[in-house]
């Protein structure tokens, strides 16, 4: 779920709460799906990944579910769906008080720091604040939950405040605290990741768990210490960092089931009165919605699944040949003859009579950091539906999505060589009806550029440790965040073998990829985007591009002219 769909309040989802109310499966559908990664992200980060997550994130939307009926100003539903959230989170923890986590059950939890971490692809000080995370206390954690949400322009203070319990006055009082609390936190991870004797004499003696007594420990220690003190660069305060980081997405595996006190849908129709029979009713209808990798089906079970395939075999770190950044090309030039690029022939760029399809996107050289991109030209947007929703995850091969419209999409790619490297086989886009290009590249950095200050061999594609994700030859390097402008409808699939990688994707706006690329190093980024639309018919299109369907979209031939 993209800020979009949640920044502006409830308002926009009027129409759905209410349909919802009178019992449309379609709009229950459409609301659980639209709201389930706030829920997520609220809880998940309240308990740090904690085993019962999925409990707490079922509970409160059963709850929402079966309590939409007495919700009478559907404009404050995401306020009143928080409180809810909130509200098990304390219960969860009055139930949990004398029940401490075994050893065995806190090894099998999903960190959520990590979680947060890898999805989003966070780097430098902003992983450094997911990582903080872990040292703070229950009630600090979930302050944190909302207050994260809150700078990342998903909630307001006022809902921040409610879903506490609390007065605005109170919560800025509360966060300061916290955020206070954050810091030292912050000091804790980057001090551990440092060189200090005396720290790493500490350390010898602590079992690797963040806890309260060990965070007093490294903090007393950190204050008496020039070395741990001095951060060696500016520290940017957190609420600066969290600013745009989308939500982590729902993991694959994931599972809400919405029947009724244990009871199956149709038994709970029959002795439920009002809307909740409604609602019920619609549940034992056939399957409500199927998008990319998320259904509701009849009796209620939302799944977010779709089972890996085994893993092929890591590959060795790719040769200097193959991750090379290939010569400068200005939009008129083709490329330099060399035996790693692709035998198809690259197509001219000069001729502005060129239809639709035949300029091709052709490799290019990352632009030096402080060059700032060109204007990118603001074609029509009516908007873009997709069947992933505002926000799909595609993390294993076969999983698709179809786009459909006239507008923005972004593909946010996150490659995992720490999982499996190797050759990377390309995403397609298939069934292509109409025009899609290939319009910017944004994220502040592309996915070959340096990631780490102490590993020289370290970028987005891996390093000399884990392995590479290697392209095929001649294909574009990729950004963080890729932009693309649909106007009709196709398919995009995941074809990964070889290395591990995953793409979210978003229906966005011209507004944001602006803002994206125009994003540079003085704000964290590593570099401004870069921009490949010319606003015309010969702008370029992607290198894996057909409007046939193939039975393996994983055969799309490169540099496809469509």
């Known amino acids: 779920m993209t800020a979009e ?29 639209g709201w389930l990664p706030l829920v997520y992200n609220i809880v998940g980060r309240a308990l740090n990944g904690h085993a019962d997550v999925d409990d707490v994130v079922q509970e409160t939307m059963l709850r929402a579910v079966d309590n939409l009926g007495t919700l009478r100003d559907p404009d404050s539903f995401r306020s009143w769906l928080v409180a809810i959230a909130m509200r098990q989170i304390r219960d969860r923890a009055r139930r949990r008080s004398a029940d401490r986590l075994t050893e065995d059950v806190a090894h ?25 995370v872990r040292w703070l206390d229950d009630e600090d954690r979930q302050l944190l939950s909302l207050w994260w949400l809150e700078v990342a322009g998903e909630l307001t203070r006022r809902e921040l405040a409610a879903a506490v ?3 605005r006055q109170h919560a800025a009082v509360r966060v300061q605290r916290m955020k206070a609390r954050l810091e030292t936190a912050r000091g804790i991870v980057r001090a551990l990741g440092g060189a200090c004797p005396e720290l790493r004499e ?66 709970a129709t029959a002795t439920t009165v009002g809307w909740s029979a409604k609602l019920l009713g619609a549940l034992t209808q ?13 009796g209620g079970a939302y ?16 040769t200097a040949a193959s991750t090379a950044r290939p010569p400068a090309r200005t939009p008129s030039s083709s490329p330099a003859p060399s035996a790693s690029l692709s035998p198809s022939p690259s197509p001219t760029r000069t ?64 490659i995992s060589p720490q999982y499996r490297a190797g050759s990377l086989v390309m995403p397609a886009w298939t069934g292509l009806k109409g025009e899609l290009f290939h319009v910017a590249s944004g994220g502040g950095r592309r996915m070959d550029d340096p990631v780490s200050s102490t590993d020289p061999s370290a970028t987005g594609m891996g390093n000399s440790t884990t392995g590479y994700a290697v392209l095929p030859p001649g294909t574009q390097q990729m950004w963080q965040n890729e932009y693309f402008y649909v106007d009709g409808s196709v398919t995009l699939t995941v074809n990964e073998r070889g290395a591990d990688y995953g793409l979210n994707v978003f229906p966005t706006t011209w507004d944001k990829a602006e803002e994206d690329v125009r994003t540079g190093p003085l704000d964290g980024a590593k570099r401004y985007g870069l921009v490949r639309d010319n606003g015309k018919e010969t702008a370029p299109v992607p290198q894996y591009l057909t409007r046939k369907t193939p039975a393996d979209p994983a055969t799309v031939a490169q540099e496809s002219r469509v």
């Open 5 to 33: 769909r949640t920044h502006v309040d409830g308002r926009q989802w009027r129409a759905t709460i209410a349909a919802a109310q009178a019992g449309d499966r379609r709009a229950l559908d459409e609301l659980v799906e």
């Open 108 to 132: 099998e939890a999903a960190d959520f720091a990590e979680l947060t971490v890898l999805r989003l692809q966070l780097e430098g000080q902003r992983r450094e604040v997911a990582e903080a």
């Open 165 to 167: 319990g609390i007065s």
């Open 202 to 267: 500490l350390t010898g003696r602590w079992n690797g768990r963040p806890d309260s007594v060990w965070r007093k420990r490294f903090a007393r220690h950190i204050r008496g210490c020039a070395y741990c003190a001095a951060p060696g660069r500016a520290v940017v305060p957190a609420e600066r960092l969290l600013v745009g980081i989308a939500l982590v997405p729902v993991p694959v595996g994931f599972t809400l089931s919405l029947v009724f006190g244990g009871k199956t849908a149709v038994a």
């Open 286 to 298: 056939p399957a409500v919605a199927v998008t990319a990798g998320a259904t509701l089906v009849a």
């Open 303 to 318: 799944v977010v699944t779709q089972p890996p395939d085994a893993p092929p075999p890591r590959a060795a770190a790719p």
């Open 351 to 414: 001729k502005k009579a060129d239809p639709y399809g035949t300029v091709v996107d052709a490799v290019d050289r990352a632009p030096d950091p402080d060059t700032e991109p060109a204007a990118l030209p603001h074609r029509p947007e009516s908007g873009v539906t997709s069947t992933g929703g505002a926000h799909a995850t595609m993390n294993h091969r076969g999983d698709s999505v179809t786009l459909q419209g006239e507008g923005y999409v972004l593909v946010r790619w996150q």
